[in-house]
């Protein structure tokens, strides 16, 4: 587990930027159980392309999108892990990775971002995808 200032401003990289922060599972589950609408959920990470192109890559496709979802979520991995377990456990049947970005809508994951699909691009890249993701589900 990474202690907690180091993981501080990488949280507040996006919490912020107006995202909600899961640190339980329970938080996680009620949520996406009783939640109607788009959820967005960033899979936080220490690692550099979390902060190189993955958070801002997702803050740029909500300032460049007219469409956008309805919640903004976040949990971090390797830190709040049983938040993170239980996030992982909504993402099936994709393999746990981490930064990763879910959409939801009403509760179920209608689309996924892997790490392998954010390692290598370009934060540009990551928004225009995700506007994309946006116009057809949000």
Not at 54 to 64: A, F, M
Not at 77 to 82: C, H, L
Request: net charge negative; proline share 7%.
């Amino acid at each position: 587990m990474y202690p907690p200032e180091l993981v501080a401003p990488m949280k507040a990289h996006l919490t912020e930027n107006g995202f909600q922060e899961f640190t339980s599972a329970s938080e996680v589950e009620d949520h996406l159980k009783d939640h109607k609408g788009t959820s967005l959920m960033v899979i936080n990470s220490v690692c550099g392309c979390a902060a190189g192109t993955c958070r801002p890559g997702v803050l740029l496709s909500l300032e460049k999108s007219d469409k956008k979802p309805d919640n903004l979520t976040t949990v971090f991995a390797g830190f709040d892990t049983e938040a993170t377990q239980k996030a992982r456990e909504f993402t099936l049947p994709f393999p746990p990775s981490s930064p990763s970005i879910a959409l939801f809508k009403d509760g179920e994951l209608v689309h996924m971002v892997e790490r392998h699909h954010i390692e290598g691009r370009s934060a540009e890249m990551i928004a225009d995808h995700l506007e994309q993701v946006y116009a057809e589900f949000c």
